[in-house]
C-alpha cells in the first residue's frame, strides 16, 4: 500500500528550510506496512496544491497533507483539499468553541481570522487538536480503483506528531494488512561514522531484510535495524541473526540497546544509586546541564551547575587557583580537574563533570587552540590511580562553533556514563 | 519565472535522509530571480518519474532533476525523461570513452553496466562531470506556451553543485531577465503569530511583490520581505513602501531588522555599555545560557551562570531565604526576584536574569502549575518603581517540556533586551 505527503508552505521552498514532518510520517507509515512512493513540497498556492492533491490521490491510495492550517490568508490546505474532491467547506461551531475557549484561558479574545480554522469539508471526520488551534480532518474518498483516504493534518511538529500518532494510528490500522515491523536500535558513542560503518557493513550488507542504516549526529552514531516479517518471532529471529554479531563486534562502544540518548541512561544510573550529579561548564555555556535536564524528573538527580565564563568565576566559584590558570591555561587538563573537583565538593554531589575548551570560531583572547576541549570527571571512589577525578582531552578538527560545542557535551555525558555502573 | 525541483532516489523516501541538493538549488535559482514553486521527491520508479517530469515540465518553465544517474538498473532518470519527452536516447561514444578513461586512471575495467551512463537523449546538451562518471543533460523542449528547460544533474551533491554552477548558470543567465532581489528581516518579541498577522496583513497582503512570509519558532517571529526589481533603488523603495507601515504598526515589538537574534543584539547592546551579564536558571536548565554563549565572543560581557536546581542550591549559591520559598515556593515571583539579585550580586555583574519555572509535563514535587514561569531582571538602576528588579510572570498552556524551557528562555531574553537601552 502506498503513501504520498505533501508538505504546504512557501517557507519551505527557500533555501533554508526543509520539511522534517514527512520523515517522521515515512517512519509511522512503514511500521504499518505503508511504503511512501513520492513527497512534494507546495507553497501557498491554492491552485496548485489543489492540483497536487488530485494527482496524488489518484496514483496513492493515502494522501498526507501538513501545514498551511493557520488563521491567515496565506493557509491555503483547507479551501485547496475542497477544491481537489470538489467538497463544500462548514463552519462547524464545535470546533470553532473551542479555539474561542482556548483564546480565553490565555486571558484574549479570539481574534477574527480564527474563525476560518473551525472550517471543515464535507463529510470529514474531525481529527483534535490538543497542541494547537487548527483541528485536522480525515476524509475518506470513493475513487474508481476503490477508496482512498486524505489526512490533513497541522504545520508545528509537536502538533503534528500528536495528532497522527492518537487520530490517525488507530483509523489507518483496520485499513492496511496485519505486517510485523520490529526495529532494533544501537546508539554507539566514541568512535567515528567510518569505522564504525567498516566494522559492520561486512555483517548487514547481506541482507536486505532487516534494512539498516547508520546514521551519525555531533559524535552520536545510530544504526538501525529494521525487519519486516509476517509473524513476532520471524522478525526477531531476524533481528538477533543480524543484532548479535553486530553487538559482538561493538561491545562497550554501544550505550544504548534502544533509543535512549545518554542523558537519560545516566539518569537512570543515578536514580538507581541514589546518587547526585552538578556540572561545571566554560565552552559549553549551559548546553551540558541542558541536555541533562531535558529529561522529565531529573529534578531527582540533577543539583545544578555552573557557568563559569572567566577566570574570576572559575576562581571564585569552583575554588580552580589563579596559579593554577596561569600556570597551565584556562583551556587545561588541571583546570578541567579542578573544575570537576570544586564543582563537587561545593554542591556535594555524588558525581561533578566539566567541560572547559574553545568552541571557536577563533582563538581571540583564548590560550588554546579552536576545537580543543579537557572534560573532568570527579566521583566518590578512585577513578584514576589513586584520584578521585579522571580528564579527557580531545581536539574535534572544526571550528564550527555549535558543532564544537555539541561534540564536547557528548563527549562529557559518554565519558560519565562509562565511569557509572 | 518558476522552477521545479524533482529528487530522485528510494533512499530519500526513508524516515531518516531529507533531500538537501533542493537547497543548494534553490539558493541558486532565487538569486536568479527565479522562483521555486514546488519540489517532489520520487523513488526509483521509471513510470512514476516520468509522470512526475511531464507535470512539472507543464506548469514551471524550468524542471531540475537530481540522481539517478548511476549505472544499476535503479537509476531510472534517463530513460523516464525520455520517456515524459517522447524521444529516442543515443549512445554517446565520447561520453563512453570518457567513463572508460575514468576506470582506467583507478586501475579497473569499466563494468559492462556503466555503458548505460553514455546513453544521451536526442536534442539534449551534455554537461560535463568533473567529480564523477554520470553526465548531465540539458534539454530544451519546445511546449505550447513557449520554451522549457529539462536539466538532468547526478544526485551526490559536490558533483551536483560544480556541475550546476559550471555547466547550467551560464546557460540559464541568458533566459532568465535581470532581476535584483533584495531582503528584509523583522525579528519580533512579545506577540502571538496571528496578533501579528492581524496587524499587518491588511499591510503586506496588497503587495505580491515584495513577497511576504511569516514565520513563528517558539515564541520567536520573523516577517521576511523579498522584493525582486530591475534595479537596486526600485527594490530597495519596495521595501521601505511596505516595511515602513510594518515598523510603524509593530514600533518596539521589533527587536531586529536584520536576522539577528536577541542574544546577538543583546551582546552588542551590553559590549557597547561595557556591562556584564550573569543569569541564574532553574526550569530551563542552561538553556537560556546555552543561548547567550552561542554567540561568538560573549565571553566579553557573559560572566556565567548558576543552574540551581534544588532550593538548597538557591539558597547555598544565590541567596534565596529557605523561608521566602517555604512561603511563597521556589516557582513564585519573589523567588526569581531573590534569584536575580543574588545572581547580580554574587557575580559582581551589571545586569542579572533569572528563571524559576515549571517545564512539566507533570507537576510532581512542585507547588506550581505545568507552563508557569517566573523571570526576574536585575540591574543598575531602578527598574520597577524604587527596585533595580523587575519580575514577570507567563503561564503556557502546554505541557511540552522543551516548548516550555524554549519559550521561557525567549521570554527572558525579550524582557532582558527591553531593558537595555
Known amino acids: 500500500m ?3 505527503i505533501i508538505a504546504v508552505g512557501s517557507e519551505m521552498l527557500t533555501p533554508d528550510r526543509v520539511d522534517t514532518n514527512s520523515l517522521f510520517l515515512t517512519d509511522q507509515l512503514n511500521v504499518l506496512g505503508v511504503e511512501v512512493v513520492a513527497k512534494h513540497v507546495i507553497g501557498d498556492d491554492r491552485d496548485r496544491l489543489a492540483d497536487a492533491v488530485r494527482r496524488s490521490l489518484s496514483a496513492s491510495r493515502f494522501v498526507l497533507i501538513s501545514g498551511g492550517l493557520g488563521p491567515t490568508e496565506d493557509d491555503v490546505t483547507r479551501d485547496a483539499v475542497a477544491m481537489a474532491l470538489n467538497r463544500r467547506q462548514i463552519y462547524n461551531s464545535e ?13 484574549r479574545a479570539m481574534p477574527e481570522i480564527n474563525r476560518r480554522q473551525a472550517m471543515v469539508i464535507e463529510g470529514a471526520e474531525v481529527l483534535s487538536n490538543d497542541r494547537g488551534t487548527a483541528p485536522g480532518q480525515w476524509i475518506t474518498v470513493a475513487e474508481g480503483q476503490g477508496s482512498r483516504v486524505v489526512m490533513i493534518l497541522p504545520g508545528p511538529p509537536h502538533e503534528l506528531k500528536a495528532m497522527f500518532t492518537r487520530e490517525c494510528l488507530p483509523r489507518l490500522a483496520p485499513l492496511v494488512p496485519p505486517l510485523v515491523i520490529r526495529t532494533r536500535v544501537y546508539r554507539i558513542s566514541g568512535m567515528s561514522e567510518s569505522d564504525l560503518d567498516q566494522t559492520i557493513s561486512p555483517i548487514y550488507k547481506k541482507y536486505e531484510n532487516p534494512a539498516t542504516t547508520v546514521l551519525a549526529h555531533n559524535g552520536d552514531l545510530q544504526v538501525h535495524l529494521r525487519a519486516r516479517c509476517s509473524t513476532e518471532e520471524d522478525a526477531r529471529a531476524l533481528l538477533d541473526e543480524v543484532g548479535g554479531p553486530i553487538e559482538a563486534a561493538l561491545g562497550s562502544l554501544i550505550y544504548s540497546f534502544n533509543s535512549d540518548p545518554l542523558e537519560v541512561i545516566i539518569g537512570r544510573k543515578l536514580a538507581a544509586a541514589n546518587a547526585t550529579l552538578a556540572v561545571a561548564e566554560s565552552a559549553t555555556g549551559g548546553g551540558l546541564a541542558e541536555r541533562i535536564t531535558s529529561v522529565p524528573g531529573s529534578s531527582a538527580y540533577f543539583l545544578g551547575g555552573f557557568v563559569t565564563y572567566t577566570r574570576r568565576m572559575k576562581t571564585e566559584f569552583l575554588g580552580v ?3 593554577l590558570m596561569e600556570q597551565h591555561g584556562a583551556v587545561s587538563r588541571e583546570t578541567a580537574e579542578a573544575m570537576a573537583l570544586g564543582m563537587r565538593e561545593r554542591a556535594g554531589a555524588t558525581w561533578a563533570v566539566s567541560i572547559t575548551g574553545n568552541a571557536g570560531p577563533t582563538t581571540d583572547g583564548h590560550d588554546a587552540p579552536v576545537g580543543s576541549v579537557f572534560i573532568g570527571i570527579a566521583g566518590p571512589d578512585s577513578i584514576s590511580g589513586l584520584k578521585n577525578v579522571e ?3 580531545r581536539i ?3 571550528s564550527d562553533r555549535p558543532r564544537v560545542r555539541a561534540f564536547a557535551a557528548q563527549m562529557a555525558l559518554d565519558m560519565l556514563n562509562r565511569q557509572l555502573k
Open 396 to 398: 574535534w578538527p572544526s
Open 95 to 107: 470546533i470553532g468553541e473551542g479555539i474561542e475557549a482556548r483564546f480565553r484561558r490565555m486571558n
Open 2 to 4: 502506498n503513501a504520498e
Open 391 to 393: 580528564t579527557f582531552h
Open 321 to 323: 587557583s589563579a596559579a
